[in-house]
């Protein structure tokens, strides 16, 4: 078993609910049992007949149970909030509620406010590639503490990390063919459990070609209307598509950084997938034989992997991109709550030239700019400016103190 850095967060909260989000099939059942089986009752909601019972009288059922529990996939009733609410305002215990979600409850009608408070959220991604060679990275630190350090990074197996992503029964098959059996399957169970569950939209059909679209588009700017002609689906039921599969953990879209440095920004989010796996599942092929379509790919794996490190971070992080009007970009900004910032450019040939790192030492006039890089396929460390660094695309996992 995989050992999840967000562990530690889950042990320290003394809040009373704990919610555990995440797209299904990342390990967050297995990660809540692992450490509140000892203490906590486990119920899930999946099994038609405890969702029954429970939504006959969530509140007298969570009443009766005499002792904490752990609900999950507890999206499926909604109306247990309320019901938690009320039990948790009568009497405030630590970790007294563990809820884990395949979708964003947050989002979910009435939920929202219902647990202001009293409940704190985290989201568990697919393994990282720390977690996979169980050694926390120092990537994000060592980029804002501006300690960027070491020699060579050798990078034998990128593209078999892309292509086993991080979903942990992925990383665990030996062959594509295991994989693409494994995520048809799975998207399959998402359709008909969570997306069905959440919409009321007809034509549910529809989503598989959404997916396949947005494959081929990661790392592009959302463009609705553009998606919606290619697809023939009227623009407000993409939009609510979209929607789903965001609440559903699939659909990642990375939104633009905004912050008025004199320049006209880009106000679209970004595409992304949450896992490199499922993207080459999608597809049917090997990314890694279509260089033009493996840099984006690429770019999605990267970004995987910041979101993943962000979620168990020791400071609040939030993920951008930048890109202006004029055509000036930046992959991946990270921010700091204080304001500081870091640029992250993603290149997938072991060489790169100026014009790769043009706009991260233009983004140096920021007063809070505290470092960039270029991660690139070669194996040396380069310093290029003041704070400016190539860097091999295995720091990002295996940088240490």
């Known amino acids: 078993m995989y050992t999840r850095f967000i562990e530690d967060h889950l042990k320290k909260t003394t809040m009373p609910v704990v919610l555990l989000n995440g797209a299904r099939q990342v390990g967050k059942s297995t990660l809540v049992r692992k450490i509140f089986s000892n203490t906590h009752r486990y119920l899930t909601l999946d099994d038609p007949q405890m ?13 009766l149970s005499k002792e904490p529990l752990i609900i999950d996939e507890v999206q499926r009733c909604p109306d247990l909030f309320l019901a938690i609410k009320m039990l948790v305002d009568d009497k405030r215990i630590p970790q007294q509620f563990i809820l ?36 926390p ?13 070491g020699r060579s990074f050798y990078i034998s197996d990128l593209n078999e990390r892309v292509q086993k992503g991080g979903y942990p029964l992925s990383v665990l098959y030996d062959t594509p063919q295991e994989r693409q059996q494994w995520f048809q399957s799975y998207l399959e169970q998402i ?28 790392g592009g700017l959302l463009n609705v209307t553009d998606l919606s002609r290619s697809l023939g689906v009227p623009h407000t039921t993409l939009k609510r598509y979209l929607s789903l599969l965001d609440m559903a953990y699939l659909f990642c879209p990375v939104p633009p950084w905004f912050q008025n ?17 499922l993207i080459e599942s999608i597809l049917h092929r090997d990314t890694s034989s279509d260089p033009n379509l493996f840099d984006h790919v690429l770019e999605n794996f990267v970004m995987n992997e910041l979101s993943k490190q962000i979620s168990y971070h020791h400071t609040p992080l939030r993920l951008f991109h930048y890109r202006t009007l004029s055509g000036q970009e930046i992959d991946f900004i990270v921010e700091k709550s204080n304001g500081d910032i870091v640029g992250i450019e993603v290149k997938a040939a072991s060489r790169f030239s100026h014009k790769d790192i043009t706009s991260l030492i233009s983004m140096k006039q920021h007063p809070q700019f505290k470092a960039g890089v270029i991660l690139y396929r070669g194996t040396e460390i380069l310093p290029i400016d003041e704070h400016i660094y190539a860097v091999p695309l295995s720091y990002l996992w295996t940088a240490q103190n």
């Open 100 to 135: 884990t979600g395949s979708v964003n409850v947050l989002r979910l009608k009435d939920v929202k406010d219902s647990l202001a408070g009293r409940m704190i959220i985290y989201t568990l991604w697919p393994l990282s590639q720390d977690e996979i060679l169980g050694q």
């Open 137 to 149: 990275s120092c990537f994000l630190d060592h980029l804002f503490n501006q300690s960027i350090s």
């Open 191 to 218: 359709l008909s459990k969570d997306i069905r569950d959440l919409s009321n939209i007809e034509g549910l059909k529809d989503i598989p070609n959404i997916l396949n679209l947005l494959a081929t588009r990661v």
């Open 261 to 277: 440095i004199g320049k006209r920004l880009s106000k679209s989010d970004k595409v992304f997938l949450n896992d490199t796996a």
């Open 51 to 63: 969702l029954s019972i429970i939504q006959k009288d969530p509140l007298n059922f969570i009443r």
